[in-house]
């Protein structure tokens, strides 16, 4: 009686360990059927298996988009391409009823698995694909030579300093994929170069994160945050924190300075259309 018992569960454990290796190696392994299946999830509305496929900053972005409660698209993806990197790249797609309009999808490597980095706001409205221009700035960052900078300390400054002499690529090659986007969007608003210099106090870290302390000219002392990618530490901050250099700061204020503006032109306008009266 004990023999057929042990064959039958040697077979289960068998078993097991194949699907196992399987789902690894098919979910883990191509980017691009992660991106596939985490789309056409959004689409049908099931968030939770969405949230299985993004890492956990990706799961907090489907939590705000699932909050908004619309009706699912349920619209049929198709993946054109990717662009990838060892632990970070994008993957891109289209929308079959909307052809002409290609987006991307950012993917970072967590362990063996790729995952799919993203926000509600890409989500909900797409993210462009890179046009050809755009694409060599992302073939300099990554063929960008980081080797001398390998400490929090070190990758902190070098960090800090491409920022305020607007070196965009070295900022970028020094920096998670999260924090790429970021950059994107700061370096559209800065204006000039300020050059400070840039003194770096003092660090914790343990095995995987880390934080810098520092000062920036007479600016009082600030934080930086870095994160374990594979052998190198890079930057994991948002644009809110980089704003705190005056430079970028003023290109965010007079961003405002535009739409408040824009609004009180729109407002002018309003009050000069006539208004129905009753008889």
């Known amino acids: 009686m004990r023999r057929p018992l042990l064959i039958s569960l040697a077979l289960l454990l068998i078993l097991l360990a194949g699907w196992s290796s399987k789902t690894i190696h098919v979910e883990g392994g191509n980017p691009e059927k992660i991106a596939l299946k985490f789309l056409q999830a959004v689409e049908l509305g099931d968030y939770d298996a969405a949230k299985k496929l993004g890492t956990a900053k990706t799961g907090e ?30 993957v891109y797609y289209l929308y079959e009823n909307e052809p002409e309009k290609v987006f991307r999808l950012g993917m970072v490597k967590e362990g063996n698995s790729w995952l799919v980095e993203t926000t509600k706001i890409d989500l909900d409205m797409g993210n462009a694909a890179p046009d050809e221009a755009e694409l060599a700035r992302m073939k300099e960052v990554e063929n960008y030579n980081t080797s001398a900078w390998t400490t929090p300390k070190e990758v902190a400054k070098a960090f800090l300093d491409a920022i305020e002499t607007q070196d965009w690529i070295r900022a970028k090659a020094l920096s998670t994929e999260q924090t ?3 950059l994107n969007s700061v370096s559209a608003l800065s204006k000039s170069a300020l050059n400070r210099e840039v003194t770096i106090l003092r660090s914790e870290e343990d095995n995987s994160a880390s934080r810098v302390y520092y000062k920036v000219g007479d600016d009082r002392e600030k934080v930086l945050n870095l994160v374990k990618s594979g052998k190198n530490w890079r930057v994991e901050t948002n644009k809110e924190e980089i704003s705190g250099n005056s430079n970028l700061k003023e290109g965010l204020e007079s961003l ?7 609004m009180e032109g729109l407002e002018l306008k309003l009050d000069s259309v006539p208004q129905d009266t009753a008889p």
């Open 61 to 90: 972005e489907i939590d705000k988009l699932a909050s908004l409660d619309k009706p699912p698209k349920v619209r049929k993806v198709k993946i054109t391409g990717s662009h990838l990197g060892e632990t970070t790249g994008e």
């Open 180 to 182: 790429r986007q970021e």
């Open 256 to 262: 405002d300075e535009e739409i408040n503006k824009s």
